[in-house]
């Protein structure tokens, strides 16, 4: 990676590490090693792992340096049903028929979703997709604050629950079932099925 990394490109790159299992759940990061592979000096990255302790995706320990999370189904359980709970609140938030204008567009992305299951394609990237344009009509930038902040802790789990076909089919079969209930204008079924599709997710983790 080029010398002179943004501080939040560096934090993004740390970040993906995390998420996609390079810097693995319950390890200690390796500062110089890091700092290397991302062509930054020891002190932005320490920076950028700082920045990471106050979104709870790393954790500092006197003596050992910062060391992931490790992976923790009582997290899980609390975190996926806050998310539900903001992401619902963002649809109900969103103008009616701006979302009926999206409904043909989460269709595609679900498509998509169903495709990548015969090619191995990375279901939690498209999932992101569609949820980012399902929120895309909703105005209050402090509700999408947080879940942009609260998002990026769930990604760990993502990776086991998208692990196996029948969860992620479930899943894309919610997906479709909240874009039907848009196109009817029945924003309480969408909302109530999008919390199911989030809540439901912890009890995999157990």
């Known amino acids: 990676m080029a010398k002179g990394l943004l501080r939040r490109d560096l934090t993004d790159a740390v970040i993906g590490r995390v998420l996609d299992g390079r810097l693995p759940a319950d390890t200690r990061v390796n500062e110089v090693h890091l700092a290397k592979e991302l062509g930054v ?5 320490r920076e950028a792992l700082i920045s990471l302790v106050d979104r709870g995706l790393m954790v500092s320990q006197p003596g050992r340096g910062f060391l992931v999370p490790p992976l923790d189904p009582v997290e899980a359980s609390r975190l996926y049903p806050l998310v539900a709970e903001l992401e619902a609140l963002a649809l109900r938030w969103s103008p009616l028929q701006d979302l009926i204008g999206l409904s043909d567009g989460l269709d595609r992305i679900a ?8 090619t191995g394609g990375d279901q939690s ?5 569609w949820h980012r344009l399902l929120l895309s009509r909703t105005a209050n930038p402090h509700l999408l604050r947080l879940l942009e902040q609260t998002k990026p802790l769930l990604k760990r789990y993502d990776l086991l629950y998208f692990g196996g076909a029948e969860r992620a089919l479930r899943s894309i079969d919610e997906h479709r079932l909240i874009a039907s209930a848009i196109r009817a204008g029945d924003l309480a079924e969408a909302t109530r099925v999008l ?12």
């Open 195 to 206: 919390v199911r599709n989030w809540v439901k997710t912890p009890a995999y983790f157990g």
């Open 125 to 129: 990237a498209l999932d992101d997709r």
């Open 111 to 118: 498509d998509e979703m169903t495709a990548a299951l015969e």
């Open 41 to 45: 000096s020891r002190t932005p990255l």
